[in-house]
């Protein structure tokens, strides 16, 4: 079973239609999520494929807005009636990420990199005591890769990412 999926996808990359093919071979249909213009949605938004496309996409309300135009000018029937309501439904469920969850993404990823790259010559306790600055943090990490730490390029903002939000200066307590 994962053979033909993978060999369909691979069939998908060749032809160039991957995301039609993958959208009905792979194994995570969704469904839309319930709230205030589901049903509108579901009438209206799955006739031609799955809700996987939409599900997936993060886009503002002017994005959302556009893409509705986008979908009646390919032939989706959305009544002017309905029209405000799909697009708050689309919006409030399927919004562009919010900075914060951005934000933690990359603490996240540099707690990995940190494990990886910081814990080679001393345990993780040198960090630990330390309190700095995110400019701090990030001369101390150009230092370390100065004395022999391995860090790529793209692994250097979430690594100070987690280093200024866990081991960051903290006000003086009252
Ligand atoms: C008349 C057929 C049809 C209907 C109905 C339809 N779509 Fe689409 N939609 C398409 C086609 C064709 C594509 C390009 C699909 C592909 O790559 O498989 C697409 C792609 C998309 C995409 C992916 C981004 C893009 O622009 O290619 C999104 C998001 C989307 N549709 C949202 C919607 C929403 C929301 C609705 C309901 C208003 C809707 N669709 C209704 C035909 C339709
Ligand atoms: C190639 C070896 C090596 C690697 C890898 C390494 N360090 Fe160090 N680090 C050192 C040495 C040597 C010291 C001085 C140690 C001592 O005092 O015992 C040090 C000390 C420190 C200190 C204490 C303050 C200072 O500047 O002396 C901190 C904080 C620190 N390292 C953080 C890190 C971080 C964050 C990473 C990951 C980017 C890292 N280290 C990776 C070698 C390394």
Redesign the pocket.
């Given at each position: 079973m994962r053979d033909t999926t993978l060999k369909l996808l691979l069939l998908a990359l060749v032809s160039g239609s991957i995301i039609a093919a993958s959208a009905t071979v792979g194994a995570s249909k969704q469904d839309l999520p319930d709230g205030p213009g589901a049903e509108i949605a579901r009438n209206r938004c799955t006739t031609c494929h799955e809700a996987d496309l939409i599900v997936s996409q993060r886009l503002s309300r002017q994005g959302w807005t556009r893409e509705v135009e986008k979908m009646i000018r390919w032939g989706a029937v959305v009544p002017d009636a309905e029209k405000e309501r799909l697009i708050d439904y689309l919006s409030a469920g399927f919004p562009v990420r919010k900075a914060g969850a951005q934000q933690a993404q990359s603490i996240e990823r540099g707690k990995a990199v940190?494990e990886q790259?910081?814990?080679?010559?001393?345990e993780s306790d040198?960090?630990e005591q330390?309190r700095?600055t995110r400019q701090g943090?990030t001369r101390?990490?150009e230092?370390?890769?100065r004395?022999?730490?391995?860090?790529p390029d793209s692994d250097k903002q979430a690594?100070i990412d987690y280093?200024s939000a866990g081991f960051g200066l903290r006000p003086l307590k009252k």
């Open positions: 940190f790259r910081c814990t080679v010559c001393h040198l960090t330390q700095l943090w101390e990490v230092k370390m890769i004395w022999g730490a391995v860090v690594l280093l």
